[in-house]
T-cell receptor, first 115, second 108 residues
Framework: DAGVIQSPRHEVTEMGQEVTLRCKPISGHNSLFWYRQTMMRGLELLIYFNNNVPIDDSGMPEDRFSAKMPNASFSTLKIQPSEPRDSAVYFC?????????????FGPGTRLTVT | GQSLEQPSEVTAVEGAIVQINCTYQTSGFYGLSWYQQHDGGAPTFLSYNALDGLEETGRFSSFLSRSDSYGYLLLQELQMKDSASYFCAVSYGDKIIFGKGTRLHILP
């Protein structure tokens, strides 16, 4: 199994630009999570999906952030417009919902830098 | 809301034993998980305690006491490769919430 796949691995963009992060979960996993990690705030849950349906987006910072999961094998996290404070590592993770999601498999992350 | 407290840093000597504590203020959770993250890497799952008591997985053990709102990760026979950050996380069935993590430094 290839594990969770994220792209791009690194993204450098200017303030005001749109950024799209992509994730392919492990085949057969029906829960998908987007996290943001910074030194100051740690690992924050932004949004998660069960069976492609968004369940809880209370962690999404503001309306500039949006996430979609059009099918079981693909999800996107979009930031529009981006701001320097969005600079962070963004992780996608997947799990079997039936296991209580306590064992999640993380992708390698996307390191986003907004200048 | 939820609150998890971990020491920000712990230092230990190679070959020794170290315990990383996690206290929490939350209710209605399913269990406590532990994750390891090396610098520049992604978090990886280590262990899970659904019930009170000790769970052992090789050199790593994890403990949970719901009555004390407390858990810990125990690492034995420390190796240099164990230098990493360790996160406790409470599971709410369909999501988990992570603590801020403990950076483990290992001295030769």
């Amino acid at each position: 199994d290839a594990g969770v796949i994220q792209s791009p691995r690194h993204e450098v963009t200017e303030m005001g630009q749109e950024v799209t992060l992509r994730c392919k979960p492990i085949s057969g996993h029906n829960s998908l999570f987007w996290y943001r990690q910074t030194m100051m705030r740690g690992l924050e849950l932004l949004i998660y999906f069960n069976n492609n349906v968004p369940i809880d987006d209370s962690g999404m910072p503001e309306d500039r952030f949006s996430a979609k999961m059009p099918n079981a094998s693909f999800s996107t996290l979009k930031i529009q417009p981006s701001e320097p404070r969005d600079s962070a590592v963004y992780f996608c993770a997947s799990s079997h919902a039936g296991q209580g999601s306590y064992e999640q498999y993380f992708g390698p992350g996307t390191r986003l830098t907004v200048t | 809301g939820q609150s998890l407290e971990q020491p920000s840093e712990v230092t230990a000597v190679e070959g020794a034993i170290v315990q990383i504590n996690c206290t929490y203020q939350t209710s209605g959770f399913y269990g406590l998980s532990w994750y390891q993250q090396h610098d520049g890497g992604a978090p990886t799952f280590l262990s899970y305690n659904a019930l009170d008591g000790l769970e052992e997985t090789g050199r790593f053990s994890s403990f949970l006491s719901r009555s004390d709102s407390y858990g810990y990760l125990l690492l034995q026979e420390l190796q240099m490769k164990d230098s990493a950050s360790y996160f406790c996380a409470v599971s709410y069935g369909d999501k988990i919430i992570f603590g801020k993590g403990t950076r483990l430094h290992i001295l030769p």
